[in-house]
């Protein structure tokens, strides 16, 4: 069973930077990032492969996110940065095989972190 803890959420400003944390206890897998924002449906963030050497981004997010994971400590990071408000979301840590992308389906989450992006 896998539980996963995010953590690193806040407030910031347009521009600014925020690195996310998701502690995972357990056999995590390929490990990735979803989003909720309000009133919208969950997206797909980021992907990271278990050795960590293949990584996917939505396209909304390429070139300003990076998916990093720490296997020493289970733990998977997002650093966010040139944050715009459009990325304001619950922020949600998840957890699966590593099958293609396009039908990925994680099999475990985290309970999100809140990221506000200010204008």
């Known amino acids: 069973q896998v539980q996963l803890v995010e953590s690193g959420g806040g407030l910031v400003q347009a521009g600014g930077s925020l690195r996310l944390s998701c502690a995972g206890s357990?056999?995590?897998?390929?490990m990735g990032w979803f989003r909720q924002a309000p009133g919208k449906e969950r997206e797909f963030v980021a992907r990271?492969?278990?050795?960590?050497?293949?990584?996917d981004y939505a396209d909304s997010v390429k070139g300003r996110f990076t998916i990093s994971r720490d296997n020493a400590k289970n733990t998977v990071y997002l650093q966010m940065n040139s944050l715009k408000p459009e990325d304001t979301a619950v922020y949600y840590c998840?957890?699966?095989?590593?099958?293609?992308?396009?039908?990925?389906?994680?099999?475990?989450w985290g309970r999100g972190t809140q990221v506000t992006v200010s204008s």
């Open positions: 990271i492969s278990w050795t960590g050497y293949s990584t």
């Open positions: 998840a957890a699966g095989s590593q099958g293609p992308l396009r039908t990925w389906i994680p099999d475990y």
């Open positions: 357990g056999r995590t897998g390929s």
